[in-house]
């Protein structure tokens, strides 16, 4: 039987609403930061905002993800891609790491589009801090108007 790698997300709370489709659509087909799992299977077992700025959840949904058997947690595409972006977001990576010792991939679906284009005329992005940041969810042109 194959190992299932298991995983959690954690999206910002002003998505608190959100259904996860453009998340769960990632995942299922590979694409964004969940390209990193290839052909394996995956299971999703945790699933939380981070509880609004300062990010209050973090340290609790980090412990009850690990609970559950999570290895790898997400900070979802929303935080990179809102307005303004996550201001905690590294913060939240490197404590998560180091408290439950499990790995933190920043992003789940592409980046659309749309978001992209704002934040590239908006220069948001532009400090060379997001790089790294924003690596595991560009994706290529056609795949990111595919999640507008």
Same mark, same amino acid.
């Given at each position: 039987?194959?190992?299932?790698?298991?995983?959690?997300?954690?999206?910002?709370?002003?998505?608190?609403?959100?259904?996860?489709?453009?998340?769960?659509?990632?995942?299922?087909?590979?694409?964004?930061?969940?390209?990193?799992?290839?052909?394996?299977?995956?299971?999703?077992?945790?699933?939380?905002?981070?509880?609004?700025?300062?990010?209050?959840?973090?340290?609790?949904?980090?412990?009850?993800?690990?609970?559950?058997?999570?290895?790898?947690?997400?900070?979802?595409?929303?935080?990179?891609?809102?307005?303004?972006?996550?201001?905690? +977001?590294?913060?939240?990576?490197?404590?998560?790491?180091?408290?439950?010792?499990?790995?933190?991939?920043?992003?789940?679906?592409? +980046?659309?589009?749309?978001?992209?284009?704002?934040?590239?005329?908006?220069?948001?992005?532009?400090?060379?801090?997001?790089?790294?940041?924003?690596?595991?969810?560009?994706?290529?042109?056609?795949?990111?108007?595919?999640?507008?």
């Amino acid at each position: 039987m194959k190992q299932k790698t298991k995983i959690g997300i954690i999206i910002c709370d002003r998505y608190r609403r959100c259904a996860g489709g453009k998340c769960f659509r990632a995942m299922k087909n590979r694409e964004g930061a969940f390209s990193i799992y290839g052909n394996s299977e995956v299971e999703l077992v945790g699933y939380t905002s981070c509880d609004g700025c300062p990010g209050g959840n973090i340290e609790y949904a980090g412990e009850e993800m690990v609970k559950n058997g999570v290895e790898i947690i997400h900070l979802a595409t929303g935080l990179v891609v809102g307005y303004p972006p996550c201001p905690s +977001i590294e913060i939240f990576k490197a404590f998560l790491e180091k408290r439950y010792g499990v790995k933190v991939v920043v992003g789940t679906h592409p +980046i659309p589009k749309k978001y992209l284009d704002m934040h590239t005329s908006l220069g948001t992005w532009e400090d060379p801090v997001w790089k790294p940041l924003l690596e595991p969810t560009m994706a290529d042109e056609v795949t990111r108007a595919n999640y507008d």
